[in-house]
């Protein structure tokens, strides 16, 4: 069987003896012991932990709640409740009462009884603070109750006997935060005796009145306790208190849990008697004999001592923890820290996802990243790097390694803030457990701040990677830039070239013709005729014509005074005159848009050049020119009948080709140059949006 065993967090005796009395139980049973810590923040109070007692993760047969701790902050009293928490697991509570789940609860009715009895009767106390417990707790609840009646009964008989009431957490820290709350607010109150509803609070008023030991109203007062934890017996002075049989609670527990799995009968309600101890806490002057007292004084030097060291090595552990800046590292000195302590099994799992949701993370299954392995007192290291896998996998894998498994294991999440950021699983003797509350603490703060470091350095070096490729991609850019810079000269050079050479052959010519006519009718004798006029004049003007027609192919000049409509519109009936191919011309463009001068001119331009092309090279019989909008998008298309394109002229870099695509990338445009359907070509140029 593997019973799961929930506590709030063994960071104190009461909770940490009666862990010790289940593990101790299950050895003899032969049961498999997981305890968890659900520590009392917000954060992780609403983990929906059913999900993580299913079989895809620790797989229980049955769960033992410390419900003494457990419940102190919730409201769950009946089976139908704790199942919206835990589902159907079979359960057995321990500490509280919990309508229709077998609860194993402890008798302090009679002990308290006693108890008051010694202090009012054999003391004669008569001026009492009691310490209760959480509002909600039903322990504290029932001895707050049970302390008022009896006072009230003894106050018939007894003349000025009063109390003061307060209410705690339980810890040594609310204890004295209560402490230092009511002096301040009872000034002229001097209490005979402070009766506390568990140790752990009755060890935090010793701590506040040995550090405030000016204030005479609480000098000699009585302390006493509920619980009898073992560091009580060690105070000096030892408190006088009520001895809860932690360990037979526990057995009972254990027992109680059995007879379910095996559909068993048991008892709704189980009781076990409380017992009051006397010491020197009430005021009573115990006698020891000498081998007791030298024992005593041995045992609580003892505990002094390796308090202190262990206290000094968490210490160390901290500062070394601090000082870690990769996860290899961390293996390291977790390593070594757990020789240190003699850990047998200690590890550490990263959840490597951010989660924004933890329960519906933990619904599907939480992924984690073994960063340190630790198994029957060795390092495993085939477990650690990074290999992710399941929680349940990791478990199963590392109780199933061998056949020395592990007889109780701890879980605990690691958060930082309000993240949750991975867990630690361990088993550790009973001194060890407050300890590794704290370590754990420290590892989870720097497993955070190593990631975070990791993470930086990715990043770095995906910049680092990012400004490569940008500075290569620029580096192309600009060598492509240089190379259409360069074509564009080229180009120009050749236009130029081309002008020239048309001025020469062309216009130099007909002026040349012009000059030798004139010439020629200045050395005749008779006077120059009509007809030689007429003839004259029209070469002049057939000059002047063509003077125009290459100015124009300069510069289109009614683009400015006409619009690209029209000049468009005359260049097609240009082609059509002068190349004697049919050219259908085509304006669809919405009035409200607006081209700059820049899409203008190289809009005329590579349809000029298109329809250069075409004419050149086509042998079609039929152009067509189209210029449509749709939205702010503008579509240009000239397509041909002609021979078409291969595809390998294409992709080749013309000077036509590369004049168009130098234009279409000046406007922002989008170029093209594909096979017409049924036969041609077509040149299409889109400009995604007009502003």
Not at 43 to 58: C, H, Q
Not at 67 to 94: A, M, N, Q
Not at 382 to 393: D, K, V, Y
Not at 595 to 603: A, C, E, H, T
């Amino acid at each position: 069987m593997r019973i799961g065993f929930v506590l709030n967090i063994l960071d104190e005796e009461y909770q940490i003896s009666i862990y010790e009395g289940i593990k101790a139980k299950a050895i003899e049973y032969g049961i498999e012991v997981i305890c968890f810590q659900q520590e009392y923040h917000d954060f992780i109070s609403e983990i929906d932990f059913k999900y993580l007692y299913s079989p895809e993760y620790f797989n229980l047969d049955g769960i033992i709640m410390l419900s003494s701790v457990i419940l102190d902050k919730t409201e769950v009293t009946d089976r139908k409740e704790l199942e919206f928490y835990w589902g159907k697991i079979p359960v057995v509570s321990l500490g509280q009462i919990i309508k229709d789940v077998p609860s194993v609860m402890v008798q302090t009715d009679s002990s308290m009884k006693n108890l008051l009895d010694h202090l009012i009767i054999d003391h004669k106390y008569r001026n009492f603070l009691f310490i209760s417990g959480s509002i909600r707790h039903q322990d504290a609840k029932r001895r707050e109750e049970f302390f008022k009646k009896t006072f009230e009964e003894y106050a018939e008989e007894i003349p000025h006997l009063q109390y003061r009431l307060r209410h705690g957490l339980f810890t040594e820290r609310a204890a004295m935060e209560v402490m230092e709350t009511f002096v301040h607010e009872n000034p002229d109150f001097k209490p005979d005796a402070i009766v506390c509803a568990n140790d752990n609070m009755a060890i935090g008023v010793y701590k506040y009145l040995k550090i405030h030991t000016e204030n005479t109203n609480l000098k000699n007062c009585a302390v006493t306790g509920i619980d009898d934890i073992p560091q009580s017996q060690f105070e000096i002075p030892a408190l006088t208190t009520i001895r809860q049989p932690l360990k037979q609670m526990a057995y009972e527990a254990m027992e109680t849990m059995t007879a379910v799995l095996r559909n068993q009968e048991v008892l709704n309600e189980k009781y076990v008697e409380s017992k009051m101890i006397k010491r020197k806490s009430c005021g009573c002057h115990e006698t020891f004999d000498e081998s007791y007292q030298k024992k005593f004084l041995e045992q609580v030097q003892s505990n002094y001592i390796r308090s202190e060291n262990l206290l000094r090595m968490v210490s160390h552990i901290g500062q070394e923890l601090n000082s870690v800046s990769t996860k290899e590292g961390l293996r390291h000195i977790i390593n070594g820290d757990m020789d240190l302590l003699e850990i047998k099994n200690f590890c550490v799992l990263w959840f490597p996802e951010k989660f924004e949701n933890f329960n519906s993370q933990l619904k599907k299954g939480l992924m984690v990243e073994p960063v340190y392995v630790r198994r029957n007192g060795k390092a495993f290291y085939e477990f650690a790097g990074n290999r992710i896998m399941t929680l349940g996998e990791f478990y199963n894998k590392f109780i199933y390694y061998d056949e020395n498994q592990p007889k109780s294991t701890t879980f605990r999440f690691l958060s930082h803030g309000k993240e949750i950021k991975g867990c630690v699983l361990y088993d550790a003797e009973a001194t060890l457990l407050p300890y590794l509350s704290s370590i754990g603490i420290d590892i989870s703060q720097t497993l955070n701040r190593v990631y975070d470091m990791e993470e930086k350095k990715k990043r770095s070096e995906y910049l680092e990677s990012e400004v490569t490729k940008r500075t290569q991609e620029l580096i192309a850019e600009n060598k492509k830039r240089m190379e259409v810079e360069a074509e564009v000269l080229k180009i120009s050079e050749i236009e130029r070239q081309r002008f020239s050479t048309d001025l020469h052959d062309d216009i130099c010519q007909r002026l040349a013709g012009i000059s030798m006519l004139c010439r020629s009718y200045s050395n005749q004798d008779e006077l120059v005729s009509k007809n030689q006029m007429i003839e004259l004049a029209e070469l002049i003007s057939d000059t002047l014509t063509a003077t125009r027609q290459y100015a124009h192919n300069s510069y289109p000049v009614e683009l400015e005074t006409l619009g690209i409509n029209a000049s468009l519109s005359n260049l097609c009936n240009s082609i059509e005159k002068n190349a004697g191919i049919k050219c259908e011309y085509l304006w669809n463009v919405d009035e409200r848009i607006n081209f700059s001068k820049l899409q203008k001119v190289n809009i005329f331009r590579i349809i000029q050049e298109a329809l250069h092309n075409a004419m050149k090279h086509s042998k079609a019989s039929l152009i067509k020119v189209s210029v449509n909008s749709k939205n702010k998008k503008v579509i240009i298309n000239v397509s041909d009948n002609g021979c078409g394109i291969s595809e390998e002229k294409q992709t080749a870099s013309g000077i036509g080709l590369n004049s168009m695509q130098y234009r279409a990338n000046q406007i922002d445009a989008i170029f093209n140059i594909k096979q017409n359907k049924p036969k041609g070509t077509c040149v299409e140029v889109i400009i995604e949006e007009i502003k």
